[in-house]
Nanobody, 127 residues
C-alpha cells in the first residue's frame, strides 16, 4: 500500500520561509520521479516543481523560480520543498506526487502524469 504524507505547512507572513516534506512509504518499485503541485479553491492544480529520481535535474514554475527549491533524500524516501520569500499568492494547498519511472533522469510537470498523491498541506501567507 503506497502512501504519501505532506507536512510542514502553516500560517506565515510575506517574506517568511517554510520547508515542506513528503514522506513515501509502501512503495513496491525501485524509482520514482517527484513533484510538488498546489491548488486554491476554484482553480486547477498548478505545477510548482519536479525532480528526477537521481536528483540531477529539477524544473520550476516561473512563479516560484528563484524562491523555491525541490530536493530529495532517497535513502529515507523523503522529498522536500524549501520555500523562501513567500508571497500571499503562494497561499494554497500543496501536494506532493510521484510517478514510477524506469529511468533515473526523468521528471514531469503535468499533474496527470503522476501515479500517486498525498493529501496535501495548507500553506497560508498573509500580507
Amino acid at each position: 500500500q503506497v502512501q504519501l504524507v505532506e507536512s510542514g505547512g502553516g500560517l506565515v507572513q510575506a517574506g517568511d520561509s517554510l520547508r515542506l516534506s513528503c514522506s513515501v512509504s509502501g512503495r513496491s518499485f525501485r524509482r520514482y520521479a517527484s513533484g510538488w503541485f498546489r491548488q486554491v479553491p476554484g482553480k486547477e492544480r498548478e505545477f510548482v516543481a519536479t525532480i528526477t529520481w537521481n536528483g540531477g535535474r529539477t524544473l520550476y514554475a516561473d512563479s516560484v523560480k528563484g524562491r523555491f527549491t525541490i530536493s530529495r533524500d532517497n535513502s529515507k524516501d523523503l522529498v522536500f520543498l524549501q520555500m523562501n520569500n513567500l508571497k500571499p499568492e503562494d497561499t494554497a494547498v500543496y501536494y506532493c506526487g510521484f510517478k514510477e519511472v524506469y529511468s533515473s533522469d526523468l521528471y514531469f510537470s503535468i499533474g496527470g502524469q503522476y501515479n500517486y498523491w498525498g493529501q496535501g498541506t495548507q500553506v497560508t501567507v498573509s500580507s
